[in-house]
Nanobody
């Protein structure tokens, strides 16, 4: 199993980025998969996840309405569209599997066994 994130960078407040997580060794329909982030000096937090077969998606309150998770099954790739970025979104973003529970109403971000190395998002003017 391998997860490789890309798409991070430096962006001004209000800007957008699209993060990618290229998966190999499994298919995205096998697991619920999620995005996490770790800001400097803070603990890693679950940001969003999408369920097996893509039926449901969850977002933490701080990113609702700004971030969108999606999948491209043919490419076996997970995406996270980041819009209206704020300085507090600055962090290293990771994808990971499996997510113990993921639905539109809630998620349980524990039990992850495989992580990517992360991609840095910096929001600054």
């Amino acid at each position: 199993v391998q997860l490789v994130e890309s798409g991070g960078g430096l962006v001004q407040p209000g800007g957008s980025l699209r993060l990618s997580c290229a998966a190999s060794g499994f298919t995205l329909d096998d697991y619920s998969i999620g995005w996490f982030r770790q800001a400097p000096g803070k603990e890693r937090e679950g940001v969003s996840c999408i369920s097996k077969w893509g039926g449901s998606a969850y977002y933490v309150d701080s990113v609702k309405g700004r971030f969108t998770i999606s999948r491209a099954i043919a490419k076996n790739t997970l995406y996270l569209q980041l819009n209206n970025l704020k300085p507090e979104d600055t962090a290293v973003y990771y994808c990971a599997i499996p997510i113990a529970y993921c639905s539109a109403d809630g998620a349980a971000f524990y039990g992850m066994e495989h992580w990517g190395v992360g991609t840095l998002v910096t929001v600054s003017s």
